[in-house]
T-cell receptor, first 115, second 113 residues
Framework: AQKITQTQPGMFVQEKEAVTLDCTYD???????LFWYKQPSSGEMIFLIY??????QNATEGRYSLNFQKARKSANLVISASQLGDSAMYFC????????????FGTGTRLTIIP | DTEVTQTPKHLVMGMTNKKSLKCEQH?????MYWYKQKAKKPPELMFV???????INESVPSRFSPECPNSSLLNLHLHALQPEDSALYLC????????????FGSGTRLTVV
């Protein structure tokens, strides 16, 4: 079984500052994948970034980077130079071994960017 | 085409109605998913289809009936729903055994009255 924990229900950040959203996970699978999704109030789930368990480098996608610490089982999302459009719900999610296609989500963090 | 298209975007139905939600993708993905999301909660997996066969049913009540008629289409048939079934229903797709990309649709907001 997989478990994702997001301990920050809500965060307020000043525009242009960097923000870190926390995510820890638990799994017995040797191979797994970690994802971050953004969900605006419109409801769509927007893929941000992916980290495979065997990837040695931390994933980066534009202003998004994933701080992957495998021994600590953490996969924090870092957003640099936050923008007003970053205000949304952010979900950390996990996939187990290949063959297990289930994606399990954390409870989410509501991020609000203050002008 | 890198999209998952869900129709309708909004649906209001009575408890005695029968309706269907539709999901379509043309990315060649052979795994498709239905998730249910209540307000202020994370998405919860309902069903997984892999190569058009049902591979996971997360103990979903029989008033929800999934169907995968071909590799591009996924339906969710609804019958005799309850008001507590009101939620955002999200469809997603991915490649099988290469799980680094799950693409979600925009969802159907369902209200049961």
């Amino acid at each position: 079984a997989q478990k994702i924990t997001q301990t920050q229900p809500g965060m307020f950040v000043q525009e242009k500052e960097a923000v870190t959203l926390d995510c820890t996970y638990d799994t017995s699978d040797q191979s797994y994948g970690l994802f971050w999704y953004k969900q605006p109030s419109s409801g769509e789930m927007i893929f941000l970034i992916y980290q495979g368990s065997y990837d040695e480098q931390n994933a980066t996608e534009g202003r998004y980077s994933l701080n992957f610490q495998k021994a600590r089982k953490s996969a924090n999302l870092v957003i640099s130079a936050s923008q007003l459009g970053d205000s949304a719900m952010y979900f950390c999610a996990m996939r187990g071994n290949f063959g297990n296609e289930k994606l399990t989500f954390g409870t989410g963090t509501r991020l609000t960017i203050i002008p | 085409d890198t999209e998952v298209t869900q129709t309708p975007k909004h649906l209001v139905m009575g408890m005695t109605n029968k309706k269907s939600l539709k999901c379509e993708q043309h990315m060649g993905h052979r795994a498709m998913y239905w998730y249910k999301q209540k307000a202020k909660k994370p998405p919860e997996l309902m069903f997984v289809y892999s190569y058009e066969k049902l591979s996971i049913n997360e103990s979903v009540p029989s008033r929800f009936s999934p169907e995968c008629p071909n590799s591009s289409l996924l339906n969710l048939h609804l019958h005799a729903l309850q008001p507590e079934d009101s939620a955002l229903y999200l469809c997603a797709s991915s490649q099988v055994n290469r799980g680094n990309g799950y693409t979600f649709g925009s969802g159907t907001r369902l209200t049961v009255v």
